[in-house]
């Protein structure tokens, strides 16, 4: 899960510069036209602003409800492998003691007993295989999810454009921030309402 947070926090920076690129472009061609510069001194604070991106992940509900379905799958089939794992070890134990104890009829039906077990590893191991590749499908299922439904919000959330750019902090990304700038509380409430509304 670590992993999956992980990776969604480094997609979610990454779309949020993407998005922020898109913007400024589209912000520059309406200003190329207009050649309006902003005076700083003359405005109560920049059209910039910055969202918490661990904070957003926290409190941001489409997203917690992704990241909890995902869990309960994972473990769910983690159960199920780990059972069947603890089935094959008892075969195997219960194998090695038969083989001890000369417990076989012949070697015909030892070496039949090892097939089944070994069919049974292989089969264990290709439904692991299987269950990974599963997972990791959900997994770019869910960030694709969580992608559209941020980018699609923040559109939303900026419309009318009351900023020209919107950072996204995660860790030390961004060395030093005024909490004027800070959204993340008003992008939450927005995201959430807009999820509930879905």
Do not use: W
């Amino acid at each position: 899960m670590k992993q999956t947070k992980r990776a969604i926090n480094g997609i979610f920076a990454f779309l949020m510069i993407t998005f922020l690129f898109v913007q400024c472009k589209d912000q520059a061609t309406k200003e190329a036209g207009e050649a309006n510069v902003i005076n700083t001194t003359d405005a109560e604070h920049l059209p910039l602003a910055y969202v918490e991106v661990d904070s957003l992940l926290t409190h941001f509900e489409f997203y917690n409800r992704l990241a909890s379905n995902y869990e309960d799958k994972v473990s769910k089939h983690n159960s199920s492998l780990n059972t069947g794992y603890q089935k094959l070890q008892n075969e195997v134990i219960n194998f090695q003691q038969k083989a001890q104890n000369n417990a076989f009829l012949s070697q015909e039906r030892m070496l039949q007993e090892q097939n089944r077990i070994q069919r049974m590893k292989d089969d264990l191991d290709k439904q692991a295989t299987q269950v990974e590749q599963e997972l990791a499908l959900d997994n770019q299922l869910i960030q694709q999810q969580f992608s559209d439904s941020l980018i699609l919000g923040m559109k939303e959330f900026n419309t009318p454009q009351k900023y020209h750019m919107i950072f996204a902090k995660s860790g030390n990304s961004i060395l030093y921030a005024d909490p004027q700038y800070n959204i993340t509380g008003q992008v939450v409430e927005f995201l959430n309402k807009r999820f509930k509304a879905e």
